[in-house]
């Protein structure tokens, strides 16, 4: 099968906290030189995509388009859109997050907004958790950014955003909207943005249960690359296989596949 279109994962697949797994620097590289499509697709809000980008080239050495980079914060914000309701969010979350969702014209409002907005925050506090539960009790529609309970770094697994979205379920007994992979919403948007049919686009990423979830859910391919969250360990016992396991993008050949 010759894949005509990628759709990657930056943690845990092309770098790892602040560090670069090159074998995934030298993937998108080979990518590049071939002129082959390709779109990251990334759960993280705490960066806007312009702050990606930069990161990209500041830190690993990667120069690539600012169109190639698709976040969980821009599919919310056109899910939040698609609804329609009032301009008015409460949001939970880091720099990238808060300020698209005010840039998109949404006001931040504390006490009645009509959305709740959840995605990973380095300085949650239980005032933020309090004011989100009665916000949400109050009918804020519940807005989850992704689902992962945890993120890849140098120092070992931390907690993500899905863990602060469960605590705010366990509270509110709400269960929330979630946008990003694995779930339709981005994954949709994301292949209308690259431009190629599911049956020739793989999705590549270090995380069963949201990248390769995303592929088996959504009707694409999947390349599993245990770099990052899922280990080597876990493959054999995994539910459903990916396509694709290697344990470095290095394995995998882009004139071949």
């Given at each position: 099968m010759s894949y005509k279109g990628y759709l990657i994962d930056l943690d845990g697949t092309i770098y790892k906290g602040n560090h670069v797994i090159e074998a995934g620097r030298d993937f998108v590289y080979g990518l590049q030189e071939r002129g082959i499509p390709y779109l990251f697709v990334t759960n993280n809000t705490t960066r806007t995509p312009q702050m990606v980008q930069d990161m990209l080239a500041q830190k690993f050495a990667i120069e690539t388009p600012l169109d190639t980079i698709y976040t969980a914060t821009l599919a919310t914000i056109d899910y939040m859109n698609d609804l329609g309701l009032d301009k008015t969010a409460y949001v939970i979350g880091d720099v990238g997050l808060e300020s698209a969702v005010r840039e998109a014209?949404?006001?931040?409002?504390?006490?009645n907004p009509a959305y709740v907005v959840v995605g990973l925050d380095w300085q949650v506090t239980y005032d933020k958790f309090a004011l989100a539960t009665l916000a949400i009790?109050?009918?804020?529609?519940?807005?989850?950014?992704?689902?992962?309970?945890?993120?890849?770094?140098?120092?070992?697994?931390?907690?993500?955003?899905?863990?602060?979205i469960a605590l705010l379920e366990s509270a509110t007994r709400v269960i929330p909207t979630i946008i990003g992979k694995p779930q339709a919403i981005i994954m949709e948007k994301a292949l209308?943005?690259?431009?190629?049919?599911?049956?020739?686009?793989?999705?590549?990423?270090?995380?069963?249960?949201?990248?390769?979830?995303?592929?088996?859910?959504?009707?694409?391919?999947?390349?599993?690359?245990?770099?990052?969250?899922?280990?080597?360990?876990?493959?054999?016992?995994?539910?459903?296989?990916?396509?694709?396991?290697?344990?470095s993008l290095a394995e995998w050949s882009l004139d071949e596949n």
């Open positions: 014209g949404y006001i931040l409002d504390e006490e009790q109050k009918g804020a529609v519940f807005i989850g950014t992704n689902p992962d309970l945890n993120i890849p770094t140098e120092r070992g697994l931390l907690p993500g955003a899905g863990s602060l209308a943005h690259l431009g190629t049919k599911k049956e020739e686009t793989l999705m590549v990423g270090d995380n069963y249960l949201t990248d390769i979830k995303a592929g088996l859910d959504n009707g694409l391919a999947s390349l599993l690359v245990t770099t990052g969250f899922t280990s080597p360990e876990e493959v054999p016992h995994l539910p459903v296989a990916p396509t694709h396991v290697v344990a």
